[in-house]
């Protein structure tokens, strides 16, 4: 049996760097023409040294322009497309009629959005005629509906696995637009479902509800049941997430890789076979580099047989990073009540991180980040987060020098000397990871 690619969301430089260990792909969009607008995205102009990357490190690169094209928008699809074209792009994720046509034109294969609603094996098929290579499967389809998909087409499928889910079907909603002029299908949702509603009659009577937030659905997590869905034929576990930061990606991507690797591979070689694959195609230097940044002490922790006191920890350091709870969507049964955060439509995150610093300086030959902080304190041990333009490593406070002293502390208006286990730039962000209150 096939191991399934692990597909993973970036939305900048920071967050790719945080996915390289662990992503067989990665999809991310341009500033226009994807469903995520608010989510930075790369320029045009970027597009190549973003598949030079992933390329370097043997991950395809797929761009998503998956909103509705109108005619105003034409233009900007045939420079969206030569772009993608010019960089090597190993497929565009979309489902309008006119990108399908411009992407077959420049031969860039086509993999086709969840936004198509695609529920049953004929639809995957005409997709298929049209030139696709791949399609991503509607959030409705249960397990039942995509073994029979799966069992009745030769095409790629892909599924997503982790992360939010819309109120709408297939993420199609038009309550942004009605209620903002921001619409959804155009990447600009200002997710609306996520605010506090009423159910009021007629008689402008308020109906009791068991709380306020009445459209707001928990976020997707199947890591328990990564077996069924390898059984089930899904070639592609995709995992929502281009608004969310850095540390959520890697956290997510490092949970769901471990998870496959634990499936498939023996206790002795599980997570390994993999990244020394990689590491095969980078000179000496960079492969002893990334084989110490990739095999860490917390990924041993995971790379064992798959059970369930790994899915019972793999759970417990996904809900370190941000989520509103969690569900398995459509896949065994229709949601009911229990799917929607009532309460609250905020994350439920056990940790979050605060920015405290700014770094001054870098010494490259010491490996020490000269940093000025900005607010709070930090330890030695204390977990931070080093995120800049191009910037992003998570690493333990080793020591701290400050006034040319070694200290076990400092605060905010000192400037400090921190050793770092990566290369941090000038005005680079300093954070702290910090245990969130109940």
Same mark, same amino acid.
């Given at each position: 049996?096939?191991?399934?690619? &692990? /597909? &993973?969301?970036?939305?900048?430089?920071?967050?790719?760097?945080?996915?390289?260990?662990?992503?067989?792909?990665?999809?991310?969009?341009?500033?226009?023409?994807?469903?995520?607008?608010?989510?930075?995205?790369?320029?045009?102009?970027?597009?190549?040294? *973003?598949?030079?990357?992933?390329?370097?490190?043997?991950?395809?690169?797929?761009?998503?322009?998956?909103? #509705?094209?109108?005619?105003?928008?034409?233009?900007?699809?045939?420079? #969206?497309?030569?772009?993608?074209?010019?960089?090597?792009?190993?497929?565009?994720?979309?489902? @309008?009629? =006119?990108?399908? @046509?411009?992407?077959?034109?420049?031969?860039?294969?086509?993999?086709?959005?969840?936004?198509?609603?695609?529920?049953?094996?004929? +639809?995957?098929?005409?997709?298929?005629?049209?030139?696709? %290579?791949?399609?991503?499967?509607?959030?409705?389809?249960?397990?039942? @509906?995509?073994?029979?998909?799966?069992?009745? +087409?030769?095409?790629?499928?892909?599924?997503?696995?982790?992360?939010?889910?819309?109120?709408?079907?297939?993420? !199609?909603?038009?309550?942004?637009?009605?209620?903002?002029?921001?619409?959804?299908?155009?990447?600009?949702? /200002?997710?609306?479902?996520?605010?506090?509603?009423?159910? *009021?009659?007629?008689? %402008?009577?308020?109906?009791?509800?068991?709380?306020?937030?009445?459209?707001?659905?928990?976020?997707?997590?199947?890591?328990?049941?990564?077996?069924?869905?390898?059984?089930?034929?899904?070639?592609?576990?995709?995992?929502?997430?281009?608004?969310?930061?850095?540390?959520? #990606?890697?956290? #997510?991507?490092?949970?769901?890789?471990?998870?496959?690797?634990?499936?498939?591979?023996?206790?002795?070689?599980?997570?390994?076979? !993999?990244?020394?694959?990689?590491?095969?195609?980078?000179?000496?230097?960079?492969?002893?580099?990334? &084989?110490?940044?990739? *095999?860490?002490?917390?990924?041993?922790?995971?790379?064992? +047989?798959?059970?369930?006191?790994?899915?019972?920890?793999? &759970?417990?350091?996904?809900?370190?990073?941000?989520?509103?709870?969690?569900?398995?969507?459509?896949?065994?049964?229709?949601?009911?009540?229990?799917?929607? +955060?009532?309460?609250?439509?905020?994350?439920?995150?056990?940790? =979050?991180?605060?920015?405290?610093?700014?770094?001054?300086?870098?010494?490259?030959?010491?490996?020490?980040?000269?940093?000025?902080?900005?607010?709070?304190?930090?330890?030695?041990?204390?977990?931070?987060?080093?995120?800049?333009?191009?910037?992003?490593?998570?690493?333990?406070?080793?020591?701290?020098?400050?006034?040319?002293?070694?200290?076990?502390?400092?605060?905010?208006?000192?400037?400090?000397?921190?050793?770092?286990? %990566?290369?941090?730039?000038?005005?680079?962000?300093?954070? *702290?990871?910090?245990?969130?209150?109940?």
């Amino acid at each position: 049996m096939k191991k399934p690619e &692990l /597909l &993973l969301p970036v939305k900048s430089w920071p967050n790719l760097k945080a996915v390289i260990p662990y992503a067989d792909a990665v999809y991310f969009g341009a500033k226009e023409l994807n469903m995520r607008v608010r989510s930075g995205n790369f320029t045009l102009s970027e597009l190549k040294k *973003v598949v030079e990357e992933c390329h370097k490190n043997n991950i395809k690169a797929y761009l998503a322009v998956n909103t #509705v094209i109108y005619p105003e928008d034409t233009k900007k699809l045939e420079k #969206v497309l030569d772009a993608a074209k010019n960089a090597k792009i190993d497929a565009i994720i979309c489902w @309008d009629g =006119a990108v399908i @046509d411009a992407a077959r034109k420049r031969n860039i294969p086509i993999h086709i959005s969840t936004q198509a609603n695609i529920s049953n094996a004929n +639809t995957a098929l005409l997709y298929k005629k049209l030139g696709a %290579k791949r399609v991503v499967l509607a959030r409705e389809c249960s397990l039942k @509906d995509i073994k029979a998909i799966n069992k009745e +087409t030769d095409i790629e499928i892909e599924a997503f696995v982790h992360g939010a889910m819309c109120v709408s079907i297939s993420g !199609r909603c038009y309550l942004s637009s009605y209620l903002y002029g921001k619409s959804a299908n155009c990447g600009d949702c /200002l997710q609306p479902c996520r605010q506090q509603w009423k159910l *009021v009659n007629e008689d %402008k009577k308020e109906i009791v509800c068991e709380g306020k937030y009445l459209m707001s659905a928990k976020d997707l997590c199947m890591i328990a049941h990564i077996p069924e869905l390898i059984k089930a034929g899904i070639g592609s576990f995709k995992v929502e997430g281009r608004l969310r930061d850095a540390r959520y #990606v890697e956290v #997510v991507g490092k949970c769901y890789r471990a998870a496959i690797d634990a499936h498939f591979q023996s206790p002795e070689t599980a997570g390994l076979s !993999r990244q020394r694959k990689a590491l095969k195609s980078l000179k000496p230097n960079q492969a002893n580099h990334r &084989l110490k940044s990739v *095999v860490s002490p917390k990924f041993h922790d995971f790379e064992k +047989t798959f059970d369930s006191k790994k899915v019972e920890a793999w &759970l417990k350091e996904l809900k370190s990073v941000y989520n509103r709870g969690f569900s398995t969507g459509f896949y065994f049964q229709k949601p009911g009540k229990k799917e929607f +955060t009532y309460n609250s439509s905020n994350s439920h995150a056990s940790h =979050a991180r605060k920015q405290v610093g700014i770094v001054t300086n870098y010494y490259p030959k010491n490996k020490v980040a000269a940093v000025r902080l900005i607010a709070g304190k930090i330890h030695v041990g204390d977990e931070i987060i080093i995120e800049g333009k191009t910037t992003y490593f998570r690493q333990q406070i080793e020591s701290i020098e400050n006034n040319a002293k070694p200290s076990n502390f400092a605060e905010k208006g000192d400037i400090v000397g921190i050793k770092t286990s %990566k290369k941090a730039r000038k005005n680079d962000y300093l954070y *702290v990871l910090v245990k969130n209150s109940k």
